[in-house]
């Protein structure tokens, strides 16, 4: 008899964390190794937030708070809704917790019961089947291949939608895709969960505001306000303020939910970090200008690395409209044969081959539920990007 419970039994580490890992662990013993896998900025955390952390320090915020974050940030997070999003919410319809997985985490564990069905389109993060079978709850995968831009079909999701679907995680801009949907595109699937009441909807909008090309970032909540009672908005400071480390998430959501989610924080991790609180005030509050300077700097590493894998034999990139990750189509490299005589059977072979022949470390995409592809993250440097690519086109022209 195992001493493990059956929940952790269901469960699989984070294979982008595992990946990072290893690529940190060869890089330590000495390889030439970039790694292209982790899912955080390289920028550094503004100036002017680390200055409100210190100073909240040196204020003595340095106690328990309120179990779902402070006043000033939730009024900070209000107004970011209402700026950003234009969607009205209470103080009461506002959590705070330890970084967006935390906050996933809380409202599906706060929610699902086993026999409960959770619809994810895939590829999709990491973490979200996982999350729903920790819970005991049953994922229900939705391909959304390359020919349909990795994107959820009306039609798709009203096929998918039983009596025991409890939740659609949503996630737009998409990790590991980058494809984003347009207003029109969410209206169409809002459409569609008008017509089934008893579906919850999460938005994952950890990504909001890494956007290109003037694309207009929408949310379901605000671009279908009749479903803003069954929505749950999730949003952070990790990805747009360079601030993975602090582990800050939030969402808006049912009232009901909100308090469910405080619930069970209280029972567990009690308050987020009193001072990456401090810092988040000033992140949600400060000047923006930041983010379209860093977007800008995405954006020219984005069309480096699009242009670069387009031009390897074997891949196709599509050109995503957010993030900071491009998911190439390997379908090309499958079969092929590598110097050392073995045959990429899968996309996990083909990220391996990158790994020990060009020490470039990707992740396969069946890690994301969509295979054959990978994801690459391009929050690095233009030089290092170059010189991944090249080291792939490398690797790919060494292949029979
Ligand atoms: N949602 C998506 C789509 C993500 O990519 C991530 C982080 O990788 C998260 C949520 C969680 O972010 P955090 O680091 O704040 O937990």
Request: charged letters at 20%; one cysteine or more; proline letters at 6%.
């Amino acid at each position: 008899m195992s001493l493990l419970s059956a929940a952790i039994q269901r469960i699989n580490p984070s294979p982008t964390i595992a990946i990072t890992n290893k690529a940190a662990t060869l890089k330590a013993e000495g390889r030439d190794v970039i790694g292209l896998a982790a899912g955080e900025p390289d920028f550094d955390t503004p100036d002017f937030v680390k200055e409100a952390a210190i100073a909240a320090i040196r204020a003595g915020k340095t106690k328990y708070t309120a179990v779902d974050g402070t006043p000033e940030l939730k009024a900070a997070i209000q107004a970011k809704f209402k700026r950003d999003n234009n969607l009205d919410y209470g103080l009461d319809q506002i959590t705070v917790n330890a970084g967006g997985k935390h906050t996933i985490f809380n409202a599906l564990l706060a929610t699902l019961d086993a026999g409960d069905e959770v619809i994810i389109p895939a590829p999709y993060w990491v973490s979200y089947p996982d999350i729903v079978q920790l819970a005991g709850a049953t994922p229900v995968i939705l391909p959304c291949g390359i020919d349909q831009g990795f994107k959820l079909l009306p039609a798709q999701l009203d096929a998918a939608i039983t009596p025991k679907t409890k939740w659609l995680i949503f996630n737009s801009p998409s990790n590991p895709t980058g494809a984003a949907y347009t207003r029109a595109e969410l209206a169409a699937l809002g459409e569609v969960l008008l017509r089934h009441p008893h579906v919850l909807v999460m938005s994952d909008d950890m990504y909001e505001h890494i956007v290109y090309d003037d694309f207009d970032f929408g949310t379901l909540a605000e671009v279908t306000p009749g479903l803003f009672d069954r929505t749950l908005t999730v949003n952070g400071a990790s990805k747009a303020y360079a601030m993975t480390g602090w582990r800050i998430g939030f969402a808006g959501g049912p009232a009901w939910l909100i308090k469910a989610i405080s619930k069970l924080q209280s029972q567990s991790t009690s308050n987020p970090c009193s001072i990456s609180m401090a810092a988040t005030v000033a992140a949600l509050n400060g000047d923006q200008s930041f983010l379209k300077e860093r977007n800008a700097a995405f954006q020219r590493r984005r069309d480096l690395v699009v242009r670069m894998l387009n031009d390897t034999p074997g891949l196709i990139c599509p050109r995503p409209e957010g993030a900071f990750y491009v998911y190439p189509d390997c379908a090309g490299l499958i079969g092929k044969c590598t110097p050392s005589g073995a045959t990429l059977a899968t996309d996990e072979d083909v990220a391996g081959y990158f790994l020990e022949s060009q020490g470039v470390a990707v992740v396969h995409g069946a890690a994301f539920g969509g295979s054959p592809a990978f994801r690459i993250s391009y929050a690095t440097a233009d030089s290092v990007l170059e010189d991944a690519c090249r080291r792939i086109q490398k690797a790919v022209a060494a292949l029979s």
